[in-house]
């Protein structure tokens, strides 16, 4: 079929011309405008990724002579941005979940094609949104070597450039805050927030225009998440610069990601390559969970940071992670560290809270902080209520302690609630 450069370059794997039709009517009545190719073999499927270029491929799980699963590998070969969404009859969860964590994009079932064109709409978004993450990075770095250069500049030039480098300046926020999630991601993946197993909130005040936290919210599978919560020191350009390469790092992480102590490895060992490059200390404090509302693990690895917290619905007590387990030094100091996982149990109804110190370092007229007590106290009068209510609470009285006085380095909090945990047997919620 021509290419039109204005329609959807569509490849599928399938070896049944009725399903073809099908699939073709779902994507016409989704009001898709598409080119469609159909092949069934493996030397086909290789030369229409090459010839036909596609921007989304539509893969048969089962054929004669080729199956989805190596179609798979084959695309994350030759195409490694190009979704890749798995349609088939009948399959058992266990192969669905193992597609998904070998990159497949998502998964129709063959009888319930209307999903389909959500599904494309949505793998379409991911890929622009990961392209837009792409660019925004490569404009960051350039901004980099452009505010370098000017500090090298003459004292005299300094006051000349000062409304250009205001400009740069809120870029760089601009840029930075592209980097934080713009909507939170639900469980299973696809359904409305209001379904979701999980659901999130957040409050995040940078001291300047630029910050040195950075967190990110990431679904490992339908039934589990991480969430990655940083804090480099000190605050502005710099800080900022290296909250840039942390978010990058932890985007490599690929298959690591669902083990909380051996991504904080990782992620140490390329920093500190990294940071000893440089002159003068940098380090970066971390926390980094995941939940899986199947097994109801709530697995934990902590480099520095101040201890995320369990508040349990069912007992209203507030459990403190670091209190029975050994946390590991902030990360780029030390190359070889190993750090621990940990690991509790979470209940329906249970959140969890992470933190940088920013939140409880912050001081009232007579220069006390705050502190790391006085918040697990707060916390604790507040147990009783609704996460998002619990948050706002907690926040007024940091905001009622200092008086009008701002606050003194970044602050983040991130909370994460398990509305519901999936029926006995299943494996979604």
């Given at each position: 079929m021509q290419k039109n450069s204005q329609s959807l370059?569509?490849?599928?794997?399938?070896d049944s011309e009725i399903d073809e039709?099908?699939?073709?009517?779902?994507?016409?009545?989704?009001?898709?405008?598409?080119v469609f190719i159909r092949v069934e073999s493996r030397s086909d499927f290789a030369r229409a990724i090459k010839d036909f270029q596609p921007e989304i491929i539509l893969s048969d799980y089962k054929l004669p002579t080729f199956d989805g699963a190596q179609a798979l590998v084959m695309a994350k070969q030759l195409c490694p941005d190009v979704p890749v969404i798995m349609i088939s009859g009948v399959v058992g969860e266990e192969v669905a979940v193992e597609l998904l964590k070998n990159g497949a994009t998502d998964?129709?079932?063959?009888?319930?094609?209307g999903r389909l064109v959500p599904v494309v709409q949505r793998a379409l978004q991911e890929v622009e949104s990961r392209n837009a993450r792409r660019r925004a990075e490569e404009q960051l770095r350039e901004l980099n070597e452009k505010l370098e250069h000017r500090v090298a500049e003459r004292t005299r030039e300094l006051w000349e450039k000062n409304t250009l480098m205001e400009e740069d300046l809120e870029m760089a926020r601009e840029l930075q805050m592209a980097?934080?999630?713009?909507?939170?991601?639900?469980?299973?993946?696809?359904?409305?927030?209001?379904?979701?197993?999980?659901?999130?909130?957040?409050?995040?005040?940078?001291?300047?225009?630029?910050?040195?936290?950075?967190?990110?919210?990431?679904?490992?599978?339908?039934?589990?998440?991480?969430?990655?919560v940083c804090d480099v020191m000190g605050h502005g350009v710099r800080a900022a610069l290296v909250t840039a390469m942390m978010r990058a790092l932890e985007e490599?992480?690929?298959?690591?990601?669902?083990?909380?102590?051996?991504s904080l490895t990782?992620?140490?060992?390329?920093?500190?390559?990294?940071?000893?490059?440089?002159?003068?200390?940098?380090?970066?404090?971390?926390?980094?969970?995941?939940?899986?509302?199947?097994?109801?693990?709530?697995?934990?690895?902590?480099?520095?940071?101040?201890?995320?917290?369990v508040v349990h619905h069912g007992t209203e007590k507030v459990e403190v992670l670091t209190d029975s387990f050994d946390t590991g030094p902030a990360m780029g100091l030390f190359e070889d560290v190993e750090y621990l996982t940990g690991e509790t149990t979470v209940e329906e109804g249970d959140f969890i809270l992470t933190f940088t110190d920013g939140i409880f370092e912050v001081e009232n007229e007579q220069e006390q902080a705050f502190s790391e007590?006085?918040?697990?106290?707060?916390?604790?009068n507040h147990v009783g209520l609704p996460m998002l209510k619990l948050v706002n609470e907690v926040s007024d009285e940091?905001?009622?302690?200092?008086?009008?006085?701002?606050?003194?380095?970044?602050?983040?909090?991130?909370?994460?609630?398990?509305?519901r945990l999936p029926k006995c047997g299943t494996g979604v919620a």
């Open positions: 370059r569509i490849l599928a794997l399938e039709a099908l699939i073709n009517r779902e994507l016409k009545q989704g009001g898709i405008d598409f998964f129709v079932l063959k009888d319930k094609l980097f934080l999630p713009t909507t939170f991601p639900t469980l299973p993946q696809g359904v409305s927030p209001a379904t979701s197993a999980v659901k999130f909130c957040s409050l995040f005040y940078p001291t300047s225009r630029v910050s040195g936290d950075i967190y990110n919210i990431v679904p490992l599978s339908e039934t589990a998440v991480a969430v990655f490599q992480l690929g298959d690591l990601a669902s083990d909380p102590g051996k990782q992620i140490n060992r390329s920093l500190h390559v990294i940071l000893q490059q440089l002159d003068t200390t940098l380090f970066v404090t971390a926390s980094y969970y995941v939940v899986d509302i199947v097994t109801k693990r709530l697995t934990y690895a902590i480099a520095g940071h101040p201890s995320p917290l007590v006085r918040l697990r106290e707060s916390i604790q940091i905001v009622h302690f200092a008086k009008g006085r701002e606050f003194t380095d970044d602050a983040c909090l991130i909370g994460m609630e398990i509305t």
